[in-house]
């Protein structure tokens, strides 16, 4: 559906006058980014908590910008500590965020993880009114004048407010006139939304989607005839998650398939998130279908056997780790 763009490197010695085209951005990714804090037990005993940052398409930005995709994250944060924490480190994760904007009427939102069993992790958000929920569809331009070869949202930032759902939309549809490919993940928020009102809001996006993905429990919210219905609405590629099962994918009359890693389960948040930044690199790869969920899977295997959202998530060169035997050291 949308074209890809070919990247121009110059070599060489060059003087101030040898100015090339502007760089290629493999993916554009737009949403809310948040300052995280992650407890290590109940909240209410108290305890210390560590400081960081999080959000679904900043997961996924810095997934692929690890794997050495060029990668723009675009958002709205607060002229405050925490927003210049979310700047911080995704510029240090090799994240553009040049068109992100500071809102000095609105405080970052902010989310906190507690551990409640074992590998259990309850969330709860503190994000109404945040300068994240501001996003506008002059934000969507300015982050969409570099035509990326890649667009990708999800279903959470819609969820945020009117401003939010109009840019997302604004979004996909210039991204469909510049023809560039877009993914959308339905990452279903049931704490922002009911399903009936999230469906509704979703139908309007799938006439520009070239990528849909969402878990087997969301993928009634977009389409009740499954990923059957979905490619013979025009949507090129289907992707459906099922968890510790691994996943699956449709590309026109294929179908491809794959379990998921069997790692000790550390922390399962953002799991789906680095899934969608394997796939993608896949995709973006020019990798065949079925290696495209294998990556997947394998850049989702490295979240859960790791704290935090997205700290330990892979480079190109440690995608094979884990096929190595347990106890086995690298050196």
Request: hydrophobic share 45%.
């Amino acid at each position: 559906m949308g074209r890809d763009v070919e990247a121009v490197c110059a070599e060489g010695e060059g003087t101030h006058a040898d100015v090339g085209p502007p760089p290629v951005i493999d993916l554009l990714t737009l949403g809310e980014a948040m300052a995280s804090l992650h407890g290590g037990g109940p909240l209410r005993l108290g305890g210390s908590l560590e400081l960081s940052m999080a959000g679904a398409e900043a997961n996924v930005a810095i997934g692929l910008a690890r794997l050495g995709h060029t990668v723009r994250w675009a958002g709205v944060v607060g002229d405050d500590e925490l927003g210049r924490l979310v700047l911080r480190t995704l510029r240090a994760e090799g994240v553009n965020v040049d068109t992100a904007r500071t809102d000095p009427d609105h405080p970052t939102g902010l989310l906190i993880q507690e551990r409640r069993v074992a590998a259990i992790t309850r969330v709860h958000y503190y994000r109404a009114g945040s300068a994240g929920s501001r996003l506008t569809p002059a934000d969507a331009s300015a982050a969409l004048a570099e035509r990326p070869r890649m667009l990708h949202v999800t279903g959470i930032t819609p969820a945020l407010g009117a401003d939010a759902a109009a840019t997302v939309t604004h979004a996909v549809r210039q991204a469909r006139e510049l023809g560039v490919r877009v993914c959308l993940d339905v990452n279903h928020r049931a704490r922002l939304w009911d399903r009936e009102t999230a469906s509704r809001a979703l139908a309007d996006l799938l006439p520009y989607v070239d990528v849909l993905v969402a878990s087997a429990d969301e993928l009634p919210l977009v389409s009740e005839g499954g990923p059957a219905a979905l490619l013979a609405a025009g949507i090129g590629e289907v992707v459906v998650k099922h968890g510790a099962a691994g996943a699956e994918a449709w590309a026109g009359d294929e179908h491809a398939a794959s379990g998921a890693l069997r790692v000790p389960a550390v922390n399962t948040v953002g799991a789906g998130d680095a899934f969608v930044a394997g796939y993608l690199s896949g995709l973006l790869d020019g990798l065949p279908l079925g290696e495209r969920v294998r990556r997947g899977v394998t850049v989702g295997a490295f979240a859960v056997a790791s704290d935090g959202d997205w700290h330990g998530l892979p480079d190109r060169s440690e995608l094979t780790l884990l096929t190595l035997e347990d106890g086995e050291t690298v050196r």
